[in-house]
């Protein structure tokens, strides 16, 4: 009898994890490595989230804290959702967590049960179809390509409802391809879940601020479906707070109820300090977000235009997030030194091999043909990474 329950053994390890771990392995051995396969901004936590901190500290923050979270951090969070967002949420509909993914995992453990269909978009995130597969459900995926940006239509959300659906979940802007839903396109789909008033949205909306167009738009916003709306967002991307671990969930009051439960025997509240930080960045304004969001911009038309003169890449222009996810196909079945690459898994290892440059395989997000890598690195190292690439790549024939 093995020792590990089955529910471990049919999780697969985080990809993205995975090769920031092989990259810094690299990195100990001596070797130059460039690292663009973790999401996280490359900026300092902004001063007054850190002086916050500090002061929380010497206030003696250092108790336990309710399991949902402080009542001024969730209050901050339900004006931030009527000011910036123009959504009505009162603050006993939110749940901070120990970052957005345990919201996410808080979501799908109280509302699937075996057997229950999850539809999901491809590319995804990572982590939706393996937390998916520890609550017993069954991930239903939609495939997307990047001549459709990689969204999809109503007629596909439509074609992939089942009587066993009960959860869609998406992302926008997008982890890994960086596409964002305008609210047109926001407006189809919910009118398909109108016609289908037994199915959950779960939106993921933690690179709200990471965005290049005029303003986000959340699904949450259409009244005929708001109620059924699982809205996740945080603080790691927007306020480059990604080692404080908050983030949180808002939905209707019977859901935020069974996720407060859940964590009260999983995890309890989250860090102290983090939460009177995070009340901070929410009331602190929107400078450095801005000032972060424009860097990003500078950096995604730098690495477009250094892709555009790869051969063979087929991208497309992401609208958010700090990611490409280039389609690599026309290097499979390639050669160098009698490696030959069979698909974007091979193609990751041979660029971290021969350029020292850590990406990540599509595989990992539910898109064997492409490759994701972060641009949430400084200019100089962005165009001395893609030159590695360019290189390491004209060497396959």
Known sequence: MGVLSDRINRLTESQTIKMAKMGRELAAKGIDVINLSFGEPDFHTPDHIKQAAKDAIDANYTYYTPVPGYPELRKAIAAKLKSENNLDYSFDQIVVGTGAKQAIANAILCTINPGDEI??????????SEVI??????????????????????????????????????????????????KTELAGLAKVFEQNPNIYILSDEIYEHINFIEKHESIAQFPGIKERVILINGFSKAYAMTGWRIGYLAANKEIATACDKMQGQVTSGTCSITQRAGIAAYTGGLDTVLAMQSEFLKRRNLVFELLQKIPGLKTNLPQGAFYFFPDVTYYFGKSYNGETIHNASDLCNYILANAHVAIVTGDAFGDPKSVRLSYAASEEKLREAIKRIQTALKKLS
């Open 119 to 128: 539809i999901i978009p491809t590319p995804y995130w990572v982590s939706y």
């Open 133 to 182: 597969k520890l609550a017993d459900g069954v991930p239903v995926f939609i495939n997307t390509t990047v001549d459709q940006d990689f969204k999809i239509t109503p007629k596909q959300l439509e074609s992939a409802i089942t009587s066993k659906t009960k959860l869609f979940m998406f992302s926008s802007p997008c982890n890994p391809t960086g596409s964002v839903y305008s």
